[in-house]
């Protein structure tokens, strides 16, 4: 392969780039609840849970490329001790895109779902036997550590449900949300001791998905009016969301890349939560600002779907490919 050959190459698309899905998908789903709450056009729902799917489709074929056409680049990602997690987001980003498909082709979104499921649970596993052999320094320690056993469980056991699997979503309900009280303190007391240096910010959008996607799970598996344990729940992710709101300044001096997607998760399925919250009878406070977060939602996704879009259309949104080893050795003669 020469150097010229690097532009053929179609993109290289890194794992992280599976949070568009869970954030455009997230957001489709919080308006497929705000149409039954407030009889909203359904078709503004249908456009974000398509276009989730076929992102989705799109970054999968691109994503299996790339460990066929330079494996190296592949690899290197599932070698990095700080990064290594955010890998699941492949096998979440396919039960996400079964949740967005299910009233088109039930068929094809129970097997996206299996898949997903199986995927994120098999990757847990080995992350988890990963940590538990230890050696990890603690500027390793990002929020991104919640994503298997925490995120990926809690998304399990949400698609579960959907799907008709209360026998699996129940068990994984419970992974995750012991696992999220676990990594809690593991997380914070690194937040707390070494500032997280501005390339690793965005990663604080995770801090926030693991309370708001728990309540979403918890109020899919319940019925009537939601209980206690549901307000309990969405009172800490506000509280995640309003720490991050006030530091916006500290948290926003990390430039805007494909990494920002990050957050985009945590406040759609915020939206979820406080709008369903709604529907199923919930009043108070909680039931009042409701209407707010979701238009906040919307807006802070839309700005970041917007950005992206920049970012594609000037050519930046995709990293470089590496080069091959003839043209790397051709480079170092050079210099």
């Known amino acids: 392969m020469e150097a010229t050959d690097r532009g053929r190459l179609p993109p290289l698309v890194p794992a992280m780039f599976f949070g568009m899905v869970l ?23 249908d456009v974000l849970c398509l276009a989730a799917v076929a992102i989705w489709l799109v970054w999968t074929v691109l994503f299996v ?5 330079a494996p190296g680049f592949a690899r290197a990602e599932i070698i990095d001790p700080t990064m ?23 068929d094809l979104a129970w097997w996206m779902f299996a898949a997903g499921a199986l995927g994120t649970f098999g990757f847990t596993i080995w992350t988890t036997g990963l940590v538990w052999q230890g050696g990890r320094q603690v500027s390793m320690t990002t929020p991104a550590i919640y994503m298997p056993n925490v995120g990926g469980a809690l998304v399990v056991a949400l698609t579960a449900q ?37 390339h690793q910010r965005a990663t604080f959008g995770i801090h926030l998905t693991p309370s708001a ?53 945590g406040i759609a399925a915020l939206a979820i939560s406080t709008t369903t919250f709604v529907e199923r009878g919930g ?19 839309g700005v970041v779907m917007a950005r992206t879009a920049l970012l594609a259309f000037q050519g930046r949104l995709f990293p470089a490919p590496p080069l091959p080893s003839r043209a790397k050795s051709a480079a170092g003669r050079a210099e």
């Open 23 to 45: 954030g455009v998908g997230g957001l489709g789903n919080a308006w497929r609840v705000a149409c039954r709450v407030w009889h909203l056009p359904s078709v503004i729902a």
């Open 65 to 69: 490329w790339k460990w066929l056409a």
């Open 84 to 106: 290594l997690f955010v890998v699941i987001l492949v096998p979440m980003g396919a039960m996400i895109a079964s949740l967005c498909a299910r009233p088109y082709a039930p």
């Open 162 to 198: 959907t799907f008709g699997h209360p026998d699996i979503a129940w068990p994984m309900l419970g992974i995750g949300m012991a696992s999220w009280i676990i990594w809690e303190s593991v997380v914070l007391h690194r937040l707390a001791t070494e500032t997280m240096p501005v």
């Open 213 to 265: 996607v728990a309540s979403v799970s918890y109020l899919t598996m319940t019925d009537g009016q939601p209980d206690r344990l549901s307000q309990m729940l969405l009172g800490y992710a506000l509280l995640q969301a309003l720490v991050m709101l006030r530091l916006w300044r500290w948290l926003g001096e990390q430039p805007f890349a494909p990494a920002t997607w990050a957050y985009t998760f």
């Open 283 to 301: 009043t108070g406070i909680l039931a009042m600002i409701a209407p707010a977060i979701f238009v906040f939602a919307n807006g802070f996704i």
